[in-house]
Nanobody, 124 residues
Framework: QVQLVESGGGLVQAGGSLRLSCAAS????????MGWFRQAPGKEREFVAA????????SYADSVKGRFTISRDNAKNTVYLQMNSLKPEDTAVYYC?????????????????WGQGTQVTVSS
């Protein structure tokens, strides 16, 4: 079992920045692939970014590429999502997710564990 707790969401103006954190516990952090997803009202949950176990390989949705950066600190059992140049369309609940399999996936159902979500609201 893996427990995930997100933090760092909030309200920010367009063009601003936020950094989300996700603290993991319950299993060796280096054995799990980490990802971030988001879900806006009335929309499907969508992939944002993911990072392999070592932190050496990343993947991003086209909509956030060049603006968001995913990283992990294996010593702190934490994954981060640095979000810059935020846009109103980035408004959503952001979820941290973990999967036991060794490779990155873009598909929510492939992730085994989920955090409770943190709200990000970007005003225009």
């Amino acid at each position: 079992q893996v427990q995930l707790v997100e933090s760092g969401g909030g309200l920010v103006q367009a063009g601003g920045s936020l950094r989300l954190s996700c603290a993991a516990s319950g299993r060796a952090f280096t054995t799990i692939v980490m990802g971030w997803f988001r879900q806006a009202p009335g929309k499907e949950r969508e992939f944002v970014a993911a990072l392999n176990r070592a932190g050496s390989t990343t993947s991003y949705a086209d909509s956030v590429k060049g603006r968001f950066t995913i990283s992990r600190d294996n010593a702190k059992n934490t994954v981060y999502l640095q979000m810059n140049s935020l846009k109103p369309e980035d408004t959503a609940v952001y979820y941290c997710a973990a999967r036991s399999a060794g490779w990155i996936s873009f598909i929510p159902i492939n992730y085994d564990y989920w955090g409770q979500g943190t709200q990000v609201t970007v005003s225009s």
